[in-house]
């Protein structure tokens, strides 16, 4: 059964930083999606990072590009989204999901995919 869990996130002013991590366990092959979307209160959940565990092959939301970074250790099976920069509109949960289609790897979501419960990250002003 895979599993995805989120750590990290909390409060931040604007203009810091931040760190939250994704644990993905259950898959039989490391070749599968890691990637994270967030949902800020009354908008649209929208995607923001992530990698092909397989190629090394990642990505990043052209909203959030050149503030946002991940970062995957294969052997941890663990994905880290880095924040930096932070304004008061990145003030979401941010939501980890692991699949295995490469196809949409990884800012789309298909048919079949294991999220996490999601973690707080506010950006007060």
């Known amino acids: 059964q895979v599993q995805v869990v989120e750590s990290g996130g909390g409060s931040v002013q604007a203009g810091g930083s931040l760190n939250v991590s994704c644990v993905v366990s259950?898959?039989?092959?490391?070749?599968?999606?890691i990637a994270w979307f967030r949902q800020a209160p009354g908008k649209q959940r929208e995607a923001v990072a992530g990698?092909?565990?397989?190629?090394?092959?990642?990505d990043v939301a052209s909203r959030v590009r050149g503030r946002f970074a991940v970062s995957l250790d294969k052997d941890k099976h663990t994905l880290d989204l880095r924040m930096t920069s932070l304004e008061a509109d990145d003030t979401a949960v941010y939501y980890c999901?692991?699949?295995?289609?490469?196809?949409?790897?990884?800012?789309?979501?298909?048919?079949?995919?294991?999220w996490g419960r999601g973690t707080q990250v506010t950006v007060s002003s």
């Open positions: 259950g898959y039989p092959e490391n070749r599968y999606c």
């Open positions: 999901y692991a699949h295995s289609s490469w196809a949409r790897c990884p800012l789309m979501v298909p048919a079949i995919v294991h």
């Open positions: 990698i092909w565990t397989g190629t090394g092959t990642s």
